[in-house]
């Protein structure tokens, strides 16, 4: 099956800086890649989201970026905010094709931004 | 339109006891998914459903049931509860009209077991 790998397992910047947070994905039939934050007790939330034929997305202050070929992908964080910190995840999955759209997700990165 | 519903917030269970969580949905989403988060690690699926009717395996089923008699509603089911299962508990829901939706993930559960 599926395996994420995520990169860092934490993260702290300054307010201001930009943060940076890398994946891996092992089956090469993924070709989908949200990314969700969860701030402290409350539900995972989508920010953003990338399909395999995409190389880069961006969202005001977020961007996703994605290599097919080295099966990795990246959520960049500009001018990060206080309210930035969270536990952020990215995950794979397959859609299409009579895909039944199962996510695997990384282990998270707890982002901490300093005033 | 509340999304994902997940009763009870709460629960402290004692070895041996059973329970149902619950999870409904007002979205008529076919698609939806149990997952269970320990801390420091990411969500793991324990079971799914495609629809009304189809239930399936995820990755940690083992210690767990669920149904899905109506598109709403998805119960998972903690027959005989083990310490290991001190967790906290998400069930989301998705579309199958479109590729490029989201789940949509209910409040959790967060489930002692002592």
């Known amino acids: 099956g599926e395996n994420v790998e995520q990169h860092p397992s934490t993260l702290s910047v300054q307010e201001g800086d930009s943060a940076v947070i890398k994946c891996t994905y092992s089956?090469?039939?993924?070709?989908?890649f949200p990314w969700y934050k969860q701030e402290l007790g409350k539900r995972p939330q989508l920010i953003i989201d990338?399909?395999?034929?995409?190389g880069e997305k961006k969202d005001q202050r977020i961007a996703v970026t994605l290599n097919k070929t080295a099966k990795h992908f990246s959520l960049h964080i500009t001018e990060t905010q206080p309210e930035d910190s969270a536990v952020y995840f990215c995950a794979a999955s397959i859609v299409g094709g009579g895909s039944n759209y199962k996510l695997t997700f990384g282990k998270g990165t707890l982002l901490t931004v300093n005033p | 339109n509340a999304g994902v519903t997940q009763t009870p917030k709460f629960r402290i269970l004692k070895i041996g006891q059973s329970m149902t969580l619950q999870c409904t949905q007002d979205?008529?989403?076919?698609?939806m998914y149990w997952y269970r988060q320990d801390p420091g690690m990411g969500l793991k699926l324990i079971y799914y459903s495609v629809g009304a009717g189809i239930t399936d395996k995820g990755e940690v089923p083992n210690g767990y049931n669920v149904s899905r008699s109506t598109t709403e509603d998805f119960p998972l089911r903690l027959e005989l509860a083990a310490p290991s299962q001190t967790s906290v508990y998400f069930c989301?829901?998705?579309?199958?009209?479109?590729?490029?939706?989201?789940?949509?993930f209910g409040d959790g559960t967060r489930l002692s077991i002592l």
């Open positions: 089956d090469s039939a993924s070709n989908y």
């Open positions: 989301a829901s998705r579309t199958a009209d479109k590729l490029n939706q989201p789940q949509h």
């Open positions: 979205m008529n989403h076919n698609y």
């Open positions: 990338i399909r395999s034929n995409v």
